[in-house]
């Protein structure tokens, strides 16, 4: 055990942490009452800087992805962070803060001393934060993670916003837990495809022929990417992107100077458009609607993100769709219903997603094929659903959101009530989104507003903008204000009047 003095106590402010440093190590030292708390200075997530997070009812949440931890012994809250934090000893002497430059030693791994049998279906978001949350909560029997992609699961946030922009090489793509988690935390992947669920007799069966008894079920299947029903639809050139491998074509395909029309406004599409511009290709948005975004940040922004596309070369069109891709054996332009010939080397499809439940054919399904959940996320007895095929109740609405944090939590959820708890979703909704280098974060899930107020101007961030109704906060979206975000992202979950919030916000450190 060897002792560094950091800084003195009177250093430490009351209502933010205090970043010091023990040789290369960024330890993050927080006031808890009249005591203090060192812990890793960096989230485990990506590594932001917790010392400009928020302090906030007893939790301290990430600026960069609203990770949140307790501020009492750094336990983890709500992901997307996976694991909690480390925790430093420390000592207070005449004033002056010592901090061992070894962390307290992990939880170690629950004993096999469970005879129940888990099983997870897809190992994206929701699976990984499923099963980690199991050991973590305790459960000791046998954890079966399936999933139809080879290897670990990985951070697909990154594959439209870095990958495909040439800046992470697809191979170095973050998994979400390395190979030594899954072998110490006796996690079993298997490579396989459900075919088909028994819910009356807790089977699952297998693409490789395997039939699988489960005490519990968790389906995390995700989403499978719209595909587009045209003429030359099946061209190589003409790509979708959900995976490492979809994107590793586009990567291959894609020169510097090549024309790529990318069909669709979602946030994948223009996250895209970023990227691929980035990469050196001239690029054309095929809209459906004249302002993208406006539906979820309103028009003002929207029209900022469209100017900053603009400003980078994009060119942006809401007239006229698709209706073939033409070319022999290579694609050669996108044709419209206006009699407009557009001039592509490459189609990037960004027109949704649909929940991937055809396996579950047997199970009451929405209209759009999602699952009906419970707000504890259980879909009938002994099974439960996460992430993009879930419709789960929101505000005492059925809502099903596709949001990377969002999947984890709700899969968080599932495995503590898969465990007999009793657990459900009171959080607020968060993404975010990039696009030539700035980062956008929205917190809520807002259909309709009656007043919206900016603090700063969009098309010049920093900004933060707050959406009203009925004089409460029910959105917020910001750029290059990170700690007020991460304050606003505990705030809202209860309710907030405007005028709290911009008081909040006046008054932040």
Known sequence: MTLHRVAR?????????????????KILLLKVGDQLRAYQGECPHAGAPLAEGAL?????????HKAQFRIEDGGLCEPPALDSLKRYPLEVRDGEVWVDDQPLQDAHTPPADDARTFVIVGAGAAGTAAASALRELGFGGRVLLIDREAGAGYDRTVLSK???AGETPPEEIPALRDDDFYREQRIERINAEVTSLDCANHTLQLSDGQSLQYDAA???????????????????????????????QILESARPGQHAVIIGDSFIAMESA??????????????????????????????????LHQANGVVY?????????????????????NGQRLPADLVLVGIGVSPATAPFADLPQEKDHSLRVDGGMRVTDGLWAAGD?????????????????????QARIAAANMLGGDEHYLDVPYFWTWHFGKNYDYLGHAQSWDEVEFKGDPFKPPFIGLFGKNGLVIAAVACDEERNMAMLAERMKQPLPVDNAWRLIRDAP
């Open 389 to 409: 095929i879930a419709t789960f109740p929101l505000n005492g609405q059925p809502c099903r959101i596709e949001h990377w944090r969002l999947a984890q939590q």
């Open 56 to 64: 906030c009812n007893g939790r301290l949440t990430c600026p960069w």
């Open 218 to 248: 968790l389906l995390a299947t995700g989403g499978a990417p719209k595909q587009l029903e045209l003429p030359g639809a099946d061209l190589p050139q003409v790509f979708v992107l959900r995976s490492r491998a979809h994107a590793q």
């Open 162 to 164: 870095f990958v495909i």
């Open 9 to 25: 106590f009177t250093d430490v402010p009351e209502n933010q942490g205090l970043e010091v440093q023990i040789e290369q190590r």
């Open 274 to 307: 970023s990227a691929l511009r980035q990469f050196g290709l001239e690029v054309t948005v095929l809209a459906r609607q004249p302002v993208p975004f406006a539906k979820q940040f309103g028009e003002t922004v929207g029209k900022a993100i469209l100017a």
């Open 317 to 337: 069109r809401a007239e006229g769709e698709a209706t073939q891709i033409e070319g022999t054996h290579k694609v050669e332009a996108v044709r419209l219903d």
